[in-house]
């Protein structure tokens, strides 16, 4: 579909660790919620990323539990919110963001921009 705009038909939950998102162009994403989360492009979490690993840093009781997605709100007509099960809902997900987030055999085999390769 050159020139048309990049848009998801179907958002769907597949068991308690996957979305599976199914795109206008017959592309179908799959992606794990906890990729998601680590790819949450708030300041918030961009800032805990770039940070050192803290090797004394204590767990929160929240962090114990297993992280699920409670709902996701279109933002627009250029994304999603994922409010998560822990209530962190800052990060929003752009529609190109999420499809270069994508985890499916076809995406992960494609080389990435600026690799070395």
């Not at 961009?46 to 090797?55: A, F, I, V």
């Amino acid at each position: 579909m050159p020139g048309a705009e990049l848009m998801p038909v179907v958002l769907r939950k597949e068991g308690d660790d996957r979305l599976i998102v199914e795109w206008n162009d017959g592309h179908q994403s799959v992606y794990a919620w906890t990729h998601l989360r680590a790819h949450c492009s708030c300041a918030g979490c961009r800032d805990e990323r770039e940070k050192p690993p803290d090797p004394f840093r204590l767990l929160k009781p929240s962090e114990l539990t297993p992280l699920k997605a409670v709902s996701m709100p279109r933002v627009g007509r250029y994304g999603y919110k994922i409010v998560w099960s822990d209530g962190h809902d800052a990060g929003i997900y752009t529609l190109e963001h999420l499809r270069a987030l994508c985890q499916c055999s076809q995406c992960q085999a494609r080389p990435v921009a600026g690799a070395p390769g």
